[in-house]
């Protein structure tokens, strides 16, 4: 199997002001924060049916079929071979923290725009959350009876033998 070359991050060509804006996209996750502490690695890989509405119920639901299964085997293989890969090949992991200390934060250092005594704003969603908590308690898992999430939900999910 043969992986395609690294890509610098996408740009979008107009910005406000006529010039390049910078990288667009991304995962919507704390990846940035820890790839400036430490050498990170990306893997992407297809886990759930192309061309869903993203943050949406039926994202979440499809996670549940047989097509995002078996994206998540091949993303897990995926994940396992690199792990591999870094374990038997040290002089990788080596390369990696020279890139990272070299170039990637040679001369841009990590700030975090999180203060040590900052708190999260949990009241911003107070109203919601009391609406809303009393109505989500049944769909918590409770791994004391059930085997899975998806036995709990009554999901019985197609296996092949």
Do not use: C
């Not at 091949?74 to 396992?80: F, L, R």
């Amino acid at each position: 199997m043969k992986l395609r070359e690294l890509r610098a991050p996408r740009v979008q060509e107009k910005g406000d002001e006529g010039g390049n804006i910078g990288p667009t996209g991304g995962g919507s996750d704390d990846i940035g924060d820890i790839s400036w502490n430490v050498p990170t690695i990306v893997l992407r890989y297809p886990s759930n049916i192309p061309g869903g509405p993203g943050h949406n119920w039926a994202n979440g639901v499809s996670m549940a079929t047989p097509i995002a299964h078996k994206g998540v085997i091949a993303g897990a293989k995926a994940q396992a071979f690199t792990m591999l890969d870094l374990v038997l090949h040290p002089d990788l992991v080596d390369k990696s923290w020279d890139y990272f200390r070299n170039v990637q934060t040679k001369t841009v250092k990590y700030q975090s725009f999180i203060r040590p005594g900052d708190k999260p704003a949990t009241w911003l969603n107070e109203k919601i959350m009391e609406q809303y908590r009393p109505r989500m308690k049944g769909l918590y898992y409770d791994p004391a009876k059930y085997a899975s999430y998806l036995e709990q939900l009554g999901i019985k999910y197609p296996t092949l033998r």
